[in-house]
């Protein structure tokens, strides 16, 4: 299948909510996207993927639309979630302070970041007002001036106290009230995409889990550039949990020759690069073996961004909006 088709200017969301046990929950947020209350098809928009993991009571959803559609689409994802989810009665292994924990809008075709910043901004302005009681923070290109990155803008936060521990009543928000018990804290912003791929590690002992997360973040020496990392217990092993950035080519070239894989895309006339998957298992690997340790198991949430945009052309192309349900039946 050829690249997106001249004039289509697509961008994604990777929504990430508090809630994996309740299928039918999880569900209706996702059919919000892409439908209204009378059933009305929203046009071209789709769900791409759904990824729901139990033991982090937590899912990301993967909405893809024409940048011009996406807002409205996300603001109804995130409408429904906050009408379903409790974050008072909320219980996972994975840190989270909001019902809606994070709203990631990235530019796939044809778009750049700083309209995708417009367009968080706009969500998050729109979702206040539909639901009083919500309360946003902003990172990337949304983070005005100072476009901190999440990991920055979660550390000045104190985003990773325990969240029964986390100040709700003296947090100031960039957009809402001072977070509410049951909606708690919703992060929204934008970037160049960043994907998700986690390792699970043949043990219980989550030190060893903490040690090779912290070895691999790009923050430490040697680290994989672009690699955020943490280690959680799950489902009897641990897993080591990676957000893989995309930066600028210019930002990589340094360590371009030590041997590490990236691969290379463009947004506008932006060429950006990631670490592959394969790489981080690999390196990973390496480490688990010096505490005689083996790997049992690498998943990747979603896609890479090639082929987020293959999927969504496709899909609005075509007119299926609740692509998830259809994607393995379907011949591309």
């Not at 299948?1 to 039918?24: F, H, Q, V, W």
């Not at 999927?311 to 609740?322: K, Q, T, V």
């Amino acid at each position: 299948m050829s690249t997106a088709r001249t004039g289509l200017r697509l961008a994604t969301c990777l929504l990430n909510i508090s809630e994996a046990r309740k299928k039918d929950v999880v569900e209706s947020i996702a059919r919000a996207a892409v439908s209204d209350h009378c059933g009305q098809s929203r046009a071209q928009t789709t769900v791409l993927n759904i990824f729901s993991d139990y033991d982090y009571n937590r899912s990301v959803i993967t909405i893809a639309a024409h940048v011009d559609a996406l807002g409205s689409s996300v603001t109804a994802a995130c409408v429904e979630a906050f009408k379903l989810i409790d974050m008072d009665t909320h219980d996972g292994v994975h840190p989270c302070m909001g019902a809606v924990d994070l709203v990631p809008i990235y530019p796939l075709y044809g778009v750049g970041v700083r309209e995708c910043a417009s367009v968080a901004r706009r969500i998050s302005e729109d979702v206040a007002a539909l639901v009083p009681g919500s309360s946003f923070f902003f990172f990337g290109k949304a983070d005005k001036p100072e476009e901190r990155s999440l990991a920055e803008k979660r550390k000045h936060l104190g985003w990773f106290t325990k969240r029964k521990d986390f100040d709700m009543e003296g947090m100031r928000p960039d957009v809402g009230t001072a977070p509410s018990r049951r909606y708690g804290l919703t992060g929204i912003g934008a970037s160049p995409y960043v994907m998700n791929c986690n390792c699970t590690l043949d043990t219980r002992d989550l030190s060893v889990g903490k040690e090779i997360a912290s070895a691999i973040r790009a923050s430490s020496k040697g680290g994989l550039p672009g690699v955020q990392a943490m280690a959680f217990p799950h489902n009897g092993k641990v897993e080591v949990a990676c957000n893989v950035e995309s930066i600028k080519d210019t930002d990589i070239q340094a360590v371009a020759n030590e041997g590490l894989k990236f691969f290379s895309y463009k947004i506008l006339e932006e060429s950006f690069s990631y670490v592959l998957p394969r790489t981080i298992e690999d390196r990973i690997k390496t480490l688990a073996k010096k505490h005689s340790l083996s790997i049992a198991g690498t998943a990747l949430v979603g896609f890479t961004p090639q082929e987020c945009k293959r999927l969504a052309d496709y899909a609005i192309s075509n007119g299926i909006g609740e692509f998830w349900k259809h994607r393995r039946g379907i011949s591309m």
